[in-house]
């Protein structure tokens, strides 16, 4: 079995998860529309919508999003497994009728904590975890979510962190994908930036290294129990 995964640039691609689906018996085929690759109409076993520097809405910038919203929507709507990460997230919710804004509260960027809600207690993808590290960079927000949507984390200072929309679609505005070399990578391209904002690029990446092994202890039971819904389905 294979997700079809949207990536939206060459620094943001599927890290841990490709490798963890892999073990778990799922495919990874990689859609790159920034390389002139067409979004597919459908997603046949699953689908993976990976992050990027692109705000949900800029459709005359990032010509493929429109596509991709698409895509998304008809997954969601077709019980195809989904999920959305970071820009991925905030593209589901404008898809299905919910809100992505700049964030009034600015950049959230680093290895921070989210708080699952007791609505994750029963989720297939959340139950049972606890406080988690989560790596963040964004800007934007998922500021109203969709009609149904089932809210399974929160932070501060943003608290749509995560949610599941029907039986087997999921959102989550944080990355459980990114390997301390992608964020490196990331922070290292954005330096000038992220200093005039008052980070320390140098914290940022010592901060998502030392984290590493509780990220991937935290993050890859997620992935293991998407590739178990994609294989149910």
Not at 14 to 28: E, K, N, Q, S
Not at 110 to 128: M, R, T
Not at 203 to 231: H, N
Request: with cysteine.
């Amino acid at each position: 079995m294979r997700v079809t995964v949207v990536e939206h640039e060459a620094t943001a691609g599927p890290g841990f998860l490709a490798g963890w689906l892999d073990t778990a018996g799922i495919g990874c085929e990689v859609v790159r529309p920034y390389l002139g690759e067409a979004v597919p109409e459908r997603a046949e076993d699953g689908l993976i919508v990976l992050g990027g520097e692109a705000a949900a809405w800029e459709d005359e910038r990032y010509p493929w999003l429109p596509a991709t919203r698409d895509l998304i929507r008809s997954s969601v709507e077709g019980g195809v497994p989904t999920l959305g990460i970071c820009l991925g997230a905030q593209l589901m919710t404008l898809a299905c009728g919910g809100a992505v804004e700049r964030g009034e509260h600015g950049l959230e960027v680093g290895a921070l904590e989210i708080v699952p809600l007791p609505e994750a207690d029963a989720d297939p993808l959340f139950a049972g975890l606890g406080p988690a590290l989560a790596v963040q960079y964004h800007g934007d927000a998922m500021t109203r979510l969709p009609e149904g949507a089932v809210r399974l984390a929160t932070g501060d200072p943003y608290p749509n962190q995560a949610y599941r929309l029907g039986e087997r679609a999921w959102a989550v505005q944080f990355h459980p994908e990114t390997t301390p070399e992608i964020f490196t990578e990331w922070i290292s391209g954005s330096a000038d930036h992220l200093t005039g904002l008052g980070y320390s690029v140098e914290d940022l990446g010592t901060q998502v290294k030392e984290a590493e092994q509780r990220l991937i202890d935290t993050w890859r039971p997620l992935a293991e129990r998407f590739a178990a819904v994609v294989r149910s389905a």
